[in-house]
């Protein structure tokens, strides 16, 4: 009998609507020639699904998903919704649910871009916890007296595995690890997060680097050679995997997988990209990031090989000059996939 996956697909908004589509076509292409399965079981929510009903998946949404190997979603974002709704109403709670807590976000330069800066860096952002809070609220609404609190949450538990998982990654590559921290301003969680994180870096024998986020910020734009593994905390791994990706070229080439570890629920895959209201519907948004996430998602379902051929095969059509706007070429979306695709067929 042959191996058989059920994913769950989001493809939710704006150009999530397109490059999803792309990125299920390759991995049925390499579906068929690696002999697996993949049932794709559609979900139609996101901002259209708020817009209908008022809520940006079903109540038992959740449910749903816990019964799929993994979920692949595009993007959530919509101009005419507030972004925490968006972004509370799907994609967090989905996170949480399955304690998805490592967000794994590979940025690497794609071939195909004549002296494009060399980055080659895995960031490892903890997805669960931190900055990303419900706990806090305004007071004094329209008041000269307005304020907004605004928590962050850390815990023993969530910062030792974060960087177990990250100190394992940094073991298979240099050995060195680099935290982001910002302990000189913020002055209980993040000595905290650098304590923690030093201990379990001692224990597991890598060494550890705590660089402050705005040199370390700086350092991927000067010398992003020297970076190889960075762990970091929700709101800093957000923002550096989208400046790494930048500097790389694009954010349309940056992947990322929602882990959930001890496989006690399924992970979830994704472009880091959002939806990019401007560019939707017109064929112009990069597959790449969704490909990659495709490539990622295969991996995590044991297909080693077929994850390895897809990630080839998207990496070797950038390399021969098919690529989209925003790496300085010329193709369509569809153009993309369709050389991607005649490259799984060879
Ligand atoms: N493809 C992922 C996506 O749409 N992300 C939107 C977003 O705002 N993400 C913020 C986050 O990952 O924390």
Redesign the pocket.
């Known amino acids: 009998m042959s191996r058989r996956h059920v994913v769950d697909v989001i493809a ?1 908004d704006g150009i ?1 609507q397109e490059v999803v589509p792309a990125a299920l076509a390759c991995v049925d292409a390499v579906a068929r020639r690696f002999g697996f399965e993949v049932e794709w079981r559609h979900r139609d929510w996101g901002s259209d699904h708020y817009r209908a009903h008022g809520s940006m998946m079903p109540e038992d949404g959740l449910d749903q998903l816990r019964t799929g190997d993994a979920i692949f ?5 919509d101009p005419g919704i507030p ?1 925490d709704v968006t ?1 509370w109403g799907l ?1 967090i709670p989905i996170r949480r649910a399955f304690q998805q807590y490592v967000n794994l976000r590979p940025v690497r330069t794609v071939p195909g871009r004549e002296g494009a800066t060399e980055i080659d860096v895995l960031i490892v952002r903890e997805n669960v916890e931190g900055e990303y809070s419900e706990i806090g609220g305004r007071y004094g609404r329209g008041t000269p007296d307005e304020l907004a609190v605004q928590e962050a949450i850390f815990t023993r538990r969530g910062i030792e595995r974060i960087t177990r998982y990250a100190a394992s990654l940094s073991k298979e590559r240099t050995g060195t690890l680099i935290s982001a921290t910002k302990s000189n301003g913020i002055i209980h969680t993040m000595p905290f997060w650098d304590e923690v994180v030093r201990e379990v870096a001692d224990a597991e024998g890598v060494e550890v680097d705590s660089v402050l986020i705005d040199a370390l910020a700086a350092r991927f734009v000067l010398a992003p050679g020297s970076l190889d593994v960075v762990v970091a905390s929700n709101l800093f791994g ?1 923002i550096l995997s989208d400046l790494a990706a930048a500097v790389a070229g694009s954010i349309g080439i940056a992947p990322s997988a929602n882990l959930n570890p001890d496989r006690s629920a399924p992970s979830l895959f ?6 990019a209201p401007d560019i939707a519907g017109k064929g112009l948004a990069n597959p790449t990031a969704a490909i990659w996430a495709a490539s990622m998602m295969l991996d995590h379902l044991g297909e080693e090989e077929a994850a390895a051929v897809l990630l080839d095969a998207c990496f070797s059509s950038l390399a021969s000059g098919v690529s989209t706007r925003d790496l300085g070429g010329t193709a369509s979306t569809q153009e993309c996939v369709d050389d991607v695709l005649r490259r799984l067929d060879e």
Do not use: F, K, M, T
């Open positions: 939710g999530g979603l595009g993007a959530v974002g972004d972004l994609l957000d994704e472009p880091v990209h959002g939806s």
